[in-house]
């Protein structure tokens, strides 16, 4: 059992940046678990926005690209996402995932943290 903590959220102008923070513990380890940031808003599927891949590596929706980046520091056992130049249509719940991968193999995600509300207002 991989236990996720987000923190982070709030509510910012068109334009503006958040720093989202997700803290793992009980259970994840580094080397068994990959990371990745999910958003969801009311009535939509949830969308993957970013992961991290066992290489270091990340992989972004394109609508993100160049305004948000993810990050992970293995010390701390936390992943971050830093939002950029943050639009409107960025408003909804982020939740932190866990997968177990090795190599270049992921499973899916299977581990879920109770998610941070991101509100940007025109």
């Known amino acids: 059992q991989v236990q996720l903590v987000e923190s982070g959220g709030g509510s910012v102008q068109s334009g503006g940046s958040l720093r989202l923070s997700c803290a793992a513990s009980?259970?994840?380890?580094?080397?068994?678990?990959?990371l990745g940031w999910f958003r969801q808003g009311p009535g939509n599927e949830r969308e993957g926005v970013a992961d991290m891949l066992r290489d270091g590596n990340a992989v972004y929706i394109d609508s993100v690209k160049g305004r948000f980046t993810i990050s992970q520091d293995n010390a701390k056992n936390t992943l971050y996402l830093q939002m950029n130049s943050l639009k409107p249509e960025d408003t909804d719940m982020y939740y932190c995932?866990?997968?177990?991968?090795?190599?270049?193999?992921?499973?899916?995600?299977?581990?879920w943290g109770q998610g941070t509300q991101v509100t940007v207002s025109s």
């Open positions: 995932a866990a997968r177990a991968c090795l190599g270049g193999w992921y499973g899916p995600y299977t581990y």
């Open positions: 009980t259970g994840y380890t580094y080397s068994r678990y990959c």
